[in-house]
């Protein structure tokens, strides 16, 4: 299927007709996996590129492409993986790397083009970050841009696009920035919080990568890419908490916080690794802007242009808001964008959400079970336990919410949009799922969802999963406070829908 990103963009093809074959590298990093999905969906071929070719195994599109495994410093490994390819995407970073990622990182290039020269290859196209004119850079930084130097000089046409802050779901610099909003209404800062960024939206670098395949071979050299939006980090914090729903944050920027200090700060108050923020911190004290334009003559922005910082930020926030909370990786149907996580992205990326998991079985039928799932709430109540959601409802009415009083329409059956007490039928599939949405007051989302499975030998197993998007610093708090309940209320009402 088409993909809507890449809207207008040519398509390179080989002499003899057929869709070029690009070969990927770093595909279980940030951009890798979501530019896969973006060439195939473009028609090209795919190979793959991977040390550890198992952590790809619940991608959609992994049977879709060819991958080669083994480690990007083995010359026969990078041989084989280059071997036919019209362009190669060079998407490594050693951020993680503890010990002189930047040798390490200059020697993996070096290697990447000479065989990528050897192979006779018809493109480099690498993603790098922008270069402050004159700036002193930090190890980060220095390293992507001598990695960008050293692909351009391979004897292979190179274009280097390079970006600032990658807007979406689990890019490491927008999960900073996302934690650190939501977590702290009040905030001691460092002064790098006034430097001048240009973000981009993901889905933007996604068709600039894509775009840069068909780029006449002639063309060769760095771009600078952006999204519409300069401003301030701080003001960009401001700007999160608008498009998130959050209260104005009180940011106060002092001068005597130092890089190393500023990374502890993040590091404690967000689930970022250390390293990775100390590195992506020391990069923020220089001004990240575009210094111009040339990419989007070659090519050209889509349909309603470039992607502006709010849009950017809704995008990335809606599986929580529009409650795609099963998150079933190895599902097609899903409904994806690439602003939402991906099965390889880091445990903390795609921000806080709280699950309590209870699984059961029952000797009943299925038929039996979902009739009681179905009937729940109510003049029914929900377990041996519904004093407790008594008192629940009772504070939600203290608190101005709806509290228990709505009840059910029908004793029985469900139907979407039914409102049950505080819940709203949000999905029903008949003897299978129930997906409930909460309407209580409270400082975040929340569902309720039963899932049944027959078992082959009789009976049934049933899944039932509450699920919690907190919504600033009070979300976390209410979490925390009414989990002790959750002893009680949850194990006893999976144990009524089991047994009865």
């Not at 080989?14 to 473009?42: F, M, N, Q, W």
């Not at 019209?86 to 040798?103: G, I, N």
């Amino acid at each position: 299927m088409p993909s809507e990103i890449l809207q207008g963009i040519p398509k390179l093809k080989t002499s003899d007709g057929k869709p070029a074959l690009c070969l990927v590298t770093g595909a279980t990093g940030y951009i890798g996996g979501r530019l896969i999905r973006e060439l195939l969906a473009h028609g090209y071929r795919v190979r793959v590129l991977a040390r550890n070719a198992v952590r790809l195994k619940d991608h959609t599109w992994i049977s879709k492409v060819e991958v080669v495994e083994g480690d990007a410093f083995d010359e026969a490994v990078v041989s084989k993986a280059l071997k036919g390819v019209d362009v190669a995407y060079y998407l490594m970073h050693s951020l993680m790397e503890k010990d002189d990622f930047e040798t390490q990182e200059q020697n993996m290039a070096r290697l990447f083009g000479s065989v990528a020269k050897k192979q006779k290859v018809g493109r480099i196209v690498y993603l790098g970050g922008i270069v402050p004119e004159g700036a002193e850079l930090s190890p980060h930084m220095s390293a992507r841009a001598n990695t960008g130097q050293i692909l351009q000089g391979s004897g292979v046409p190179t274009i280097e696009l390079r970006a600032g802050i990658v807007i979406g779901s689990g890019s490491a610099s927008f999960e900073m920035l996302r934690y650190l909003t939501e977590r702290l209404p009040v905030m001691i800062t460092p002064k790098w919080l006034n430097v001048r960024i240009q973000p981009i939206a993901v889905r933007d670098v996604l068709r600039y990568l894509v775009g840069a395949a068909a780029i006449d071979k002639k063309i060769s050299g760095s771009f600078d890419i952006g999204g519409p939006d300069v401003f301030s980090y701080k003001t960009m914090m401001q700007k999160y908490a608008e498009a998130a729903g959050l209260r104005k944050r009180i940011i106060v920027p002092v001068p005597v916080m130092t890089p190393k200090l500023s990374s502890g700060w993040v590091g404690l108050v967000t689930p970022v690794p250390y390293t990775l923020a100390k590195r992506l911190v020391a990069s923020l004290k220089n001004e990240v802007v575009a210094h111009d334009d040339r990419i989007r003559k070659l090519i050209a922005d889509p349909p309603g242009g470039l992607t502006t910082f709010k849009r950017a930020v809704e995008l990335a926030l809606v599986r929580i808001k529009d409650a795609h909370v099963e998150t079933r990786w190895s599902d097609a149907s899903i409904p994806w964008s690439p602003s939402e996580p991906l099965p390889t992205d880091p445990n903390w990326a795609g921000g806080s959400l709280y699950k309590d998991v209870r699984t059961r079985t029952s000797k009943d039928s299925v038929a039996e079970v979902w009739a009681r799932i179905e009937s729940i709430g109510g003049d029914n109540g929900y377990s041996t336990a519904t004093w407790a959601w008594e008192l629940r409802g009772l504070a939600d009415k203290v608190f101005g919410g709806v509290g228990l009083r709505r009840g059910r329409r029908d004793p029985i059956h469900l139907q979407v949009g039914d409102a049950l007490d505080f819940w709203r039928v949000e999905k029903i599939e008949r003897n299978h799922l129930l997906r409930l949405r909460a309407e209580m007051s409270m400082p975040g989302l929340a569902w309720l969802e039963f899932e049944i499975e027959a078992n082959p030998g009789g009976g049934c197993s049933i899944t039932q999963t509450a699920t919690y998007a907190p919504k600033g610093l009070m979300g976390h708090a209410y979490w925390w406070s009414v989990w002790p309940m959750h002893g009680i209320v949850f194990p006893s009402m999976i144990k009524k829908v089991a047994n009865g």
